[in-house]
């Protein structure tokens, strides 16, 4: 497989803007008002801090100040926090080996009556940290009741390191873990693999979605002279190889159509004395089309 000389693509870092006031990162006191959980999702502070919050640097933003956490693939654990601060957040993702998204927002909290009887609630601040993308597909956590008290989500804020971050016409990631596809035959019984590119290990998706567009583009210009349809990239997998345990590259494998966890098996092989591993191993389609396969 040939390919043009790609561009290397490196994702930009949002650039911090200042919080504003620090009276717009505290939790709600009691005397505020009436505590309900209605009460506790028009907070207008969480509004502000959420709607106002910095994008830490190496991150984007996925999403700003919902009502609902992620549920994403691959818990990394969580974290509070006295305050709301998703640099802090960023901090504790970047330091953890393979935390690659977070959620900040704030959770309501039941208050036991006997500490204070005018105060049923307050929030309790969380970081929690995901493996796999943080997006608005996977905000769907907005609560439960328990023992009669309404537990809701504020200001819920979303994101994702720029390392995995998806480009442009790309859909976000499904995090396959430490397991590469391994691609069976489509359902016309024809092969989908379209060959990989080889990166150094600084990890970026963006440069596997310039490499799988730049496939799609030679082979519409360079079309098969049997008049066959040609076989366009729609989808790539990545993951960082490691040697013996150390980090050797950033693969990227290019196919013409979405494959799902469900062939996600390969885990690596060993050379001689040598182990070859899978890690932070990630799936992105093209987002108009993932190139399902259609029985001809
Ligand atoms: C308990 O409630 C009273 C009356 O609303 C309030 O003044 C006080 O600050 C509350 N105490 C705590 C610890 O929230
Ligand atoms: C951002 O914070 C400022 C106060 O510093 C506030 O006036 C403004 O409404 C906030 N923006 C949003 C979108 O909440
Ligand atoms: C947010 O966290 C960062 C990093 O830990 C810290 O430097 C900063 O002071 C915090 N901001 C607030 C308002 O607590
Ligand atoms: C996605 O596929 C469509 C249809 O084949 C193509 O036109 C488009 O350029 C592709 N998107 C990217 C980002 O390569």
Redesign the pocket.
Request: proline residues 0%.
């Given at each position: 497989m040939h390919f043009a000389t790609l561009p290397l693509l490196f994702a930009a870092t949002t650039l911090a803007s200042p919080l504003h006031k620090q009276a717009y990162l505290v939790k709600r006191a009691c005397t505020t008002g009436p505590d309900t959980a209605t009460d506790f999702l028009a907070y207008p502070a969480y509004v502000n801090t959420a709607s106002n919050a910095t994008t830490p640097p190496g991150y984007a933003n996925t999403y700003t100040n919902l009502h609902a956490s992620s549920n994403a693939d691959g818990y990394a654990g969580y974290t509070t926090l006295p305050t709301y601060n998703t640099t802090a957040c960023a901090e504790k993702c970047t330091a953890s080996k393979n935390c690659h998204a977070f959620n900040n927002f704030y959770e309501r909290t039941a208050v036991s009556s006997s500490f204070n009887s005018s105060c049923t609630s307050t929030a309790t601040i969380k970081c929690v940290f995901w493996n796999g993308a943080v997006t608005t597909a996977n905000a769907v956590n907005t609560g439960s009741t328990q023992n009669n008290f309404e537990i809701v989500i504020a200001g819920s804020n979303g994101y994702v390191a720029s390392a995995i971050s998806p480009?442009?016409?790309?859909s976000a990631p499904v995090y396959f873990s430490n397991s590469g596809i391994q691609a069976p035959l489509d359902c016309n019984g024809k092969d989908t693999y379209l060959g990989f590119q080889t990166f150094d290990a600084n990890f970026d998706a963006s440069r596997c979605?310039a490499a799988?567009?730049a496939q799609?583009?030679y082979a519409l210009t360079h079309l098969p002279s049997d008049g066959s349809t040609p076989k366009?990239?729609?989808f790539f997998n990545t993951y960082v190889e490691s040697k013996n345990g150390v980090p050797q590259d950033q693969k990227c494998v290019l196919y013409s159509q979405t494959w799902s966890k469900g062939v996600a098996t390969n885990t690596g092989y060993a050379y001689g004395k040598d182990v070859y591993a899978v890690g932070m191993s990630y799936g992105y389609s093209?987002?108009?089309?993932a190139g399902v396969c259609v029985k001809a």
């Open positions: 480009a442009t016409g790309y979605a799988c567009s799609a583009a366009t990239c729609k093209n987002a108009t089309d």
